[in-house]
């Protein structure tokens, strides 16, 4: 293949288009950004966005740990289901009180209420 020479305005140059990138992003928050883009998929937008906060570090580490407990005990097809051994219940247990305190101290309006059970009087 020979190398097309111009020799009158502009100089040729490689015109493919990037279908499929990656681009990363940091914030003055210490947050990153991951936007994954494939244009042969769809052309408009990205097809994921991925934002880490330092943060939520701990809380999304803590969901890896839950999910993965959880998988194992997911019924798969025909299956019998699995009992739940004693130590993985309190672990299960432990995991989701962990999560449910960082997110409620981050937003405590969603803190469940708890309710006083009614006094009657008596006669």
């Known amino acids: 293949m020979e190398k097309k020479i111009e020799r009158r305005g502009r100089i040729a140059e490689n015109d493919t288009i990037i279908e499929v990138y990656t681009q990363n992003f940091k914030d003055h928050t210490g947050e990153t950004f991951t936007w994954e883009w494939d244009k042969t998929k769809f052309p408009n937008?990205?097809?994921?966005?991925?934002?880490?906060?330092?943060?939520?570090?701990?809380?999304?580490?803590?969901?890896?740990?839950?999910?993965?407990?959880?998988?194992?005990?997911?019924?798969?097809?025909?299956?019998?289901?699995?009992?739940?051994?004693?130590?993985?219940?309190?672990?299960?247990?432990?995991?989701?009180n962990e999560i449910n305190e960082i997110w409620y101290s981050h937003f405590p309006e969603d803190r469940p209420k708890v309710r006083k059970k009614r006094v009657t009087k008596t006669k």
């Open 45 to 96: 937008g990205p097809l994921s966005v991925e934002i880490k906060d330092p943060q939520w570090a701990n809380f999304d580490r803590l969901e890896k740990q839950l999910s993965t407990l959880l998988t194992k005990y997911e019924v798969k097809g025909s299956q019998r289901k699995q009992r739940i051994t004693k130590s993985d219940k309190l672990e299960i247990e432990q995991l989701e």
